[in-house]
């Protein structure tokens, strides 16, 4: 099974102006000299082996991941990293896609007048929603108005699935179910199972309800994870102050992938404002989270997993093989 994140920011995709690009190249010299590397061809050896920061550069494409396994593959959400998505989808030559929407709001259905097959005959895209009102939502953007295209004028086809929660639906030996996440006009999240592996999208999510007792069906959605995409847009100082916007913080993912023995933490729907020195430190203050409630499950992570679970940072472009 692997996991592509085609976009990683959430609320409203990011540009790196010129001004940014300097700052990050700045960095990533005063980084290289200070490990002794003199030439290009060594600079661009340490960026690709993580030698240097991991990555250089998160991107600001918003919510969209692809989960496939063996010749099947999903979508979550159309945010504007599905924009790219589909320039890929084309040069691979698929016709027909199938994509999983966690909610409307904007960031998370933007990219979707952009992906190609969607205006070329011979494709289609099936788009799989547990909101009833999702095929309105979707169809409103292509009013000739927010974008020149009406929804007829589309050349490829488009149909919907409306899914109950926890209603699977399977492809091959892909296995996708939706699962509940509290989030203001409600969103869902995504378990993919495949041949024993195991991965779920938790965004967009605050992650208020948190105990077993309290997460009541959903529990079963995190238990044993192999991968869980986690909303981490704020630092714990934040969130306090955005209380019922519908994000988390890196810790409370901790808290959960320690107890429920999720094997890795995928941090995404970074804050636009977060600049790549904040998730930086988010991270790091993460690990180091980590690390100190360890011992309080040592028990458990020593027969899963010696080191506790494995915390990374989703950037545009990453891809995972589980
Ligand atoms: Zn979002
Ligand atoms: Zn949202």
Known sequence: MYIKCWGTRGSLPVATTNARFLTLLEET????RAGGISTTSELLAAAKDGKLFQPLCYGGNTSCTEVGHKGHSVFVDMGSGFREAGTAAIQSGAKEFHIFMTHMHWDHIMGMPFFVPIHVPGHKLNIYHVHRNAPEYIRINFNGVNFPLTWEQLGGKVEFHQLKPYQETIFGDLKVTPFVLDHPGGSFGYRCEAAGKSAAVGVDGEFKRLTPQELGRDHAFYQNLDLLLFDSQ?????????FDWGHCSPNIGVDLALREGIKTLLFTHHDPWATEEKLRRMYANAVKYMHAQLDAHRTK???VQPGGPVLKMAYDGMKIEL
């Open 29 to 32: 010299i005063n980084q290289a």
């Open 234 to 242: 704020y630092e714990m100082s934040e969130l306090a102050s955005r």
């Open 301 to 303: 992570w020593d027969a």
